[in-house]
């Protein structure tokens, strides 16, 4: 069945980085794009950035422009999320969700269909 | 960036009832809206994609409509297993913004 599959609870300062990774099963990762959605305790989601696992391309979050990258090693089905400078506020619950597309006469459209269980990051001195 | 503002942020209803949950958008977003159900704990869960689309295997109490800048979700007949918060989120120019969230309890 299609499943993502994240790395485990980081702890880490401020200042330093943090990486996640999001493993996919069950399809053609290079089909598909990948989001990246935070969640801080008690807050509403908040969509990070995508990448095309197929070309690589990426789109981030204005909010997040020059501190989060996107990455994806096709031969692992993996994508990652790497996310800089980090402060207390970046303490969150981080999902990967695949993208999925479909279409009508007229118009795309895309949804996130299958969402990875969530990477835990806390940031504290 | 296109804001989403849904409401209420929190409700409370009878198993049984109709609910209601509305999200607007600051700008046209045409069909470009889908609703997620989130469980304390849990990732969210597709329920509605493009507006009014139900998703495979997702009981038929639960509907969308809506277009341009005008939403609503629905669940026709509220179960104690719909305890939930509901977020609306759309997609223009391929970046997202999601709503606030409606928290739905019983009563």
Known sequence: ?125 | DIQMTQSPSSLSASVGDRVTITCQASQDISNYLNWYQQKPGKAPKLLIYDASNLETGVPSRFSGSGSGTDFTFTISSLQPEDIATYYCQQYDNLALTFGGGTKVEIK
């Open chain 1, 1 to 125: 069945q299609v499943q993502l599959v994240q790395s485990g609870a980081e702890v880490k300062k401020p200042g330093a980085s943090v990486k996640v990774s999001c493993k996919a099963s069950g399809y053609t990762f290079t089909s598909y794009a990948m989001h990246w959605v935070r969640q801080a305790p008690g807050q509403r989601l908040e969509w990070m950035g995508w990448i095309n696992a197929g070309n690589g391309n990426t789109k981030y979050s204005q909010k997040f422009q020059g501190r989060v990258t996107i990455t994806r090693d096709t031969s692992a089905s993996t994508a990652y999320m790497e996310l800089s400078s980090l402060r207390s506020e970046d303490t969150a619950v981080y999902y990967c969700a695949r993208r999925q597309v479909g279409a009508t006469r007229y118009y795309y459209y895309y949804y996130m269909d299958v969402w990875g269980k969530g990477t835990t990051v806390t940031v504290s001195s």
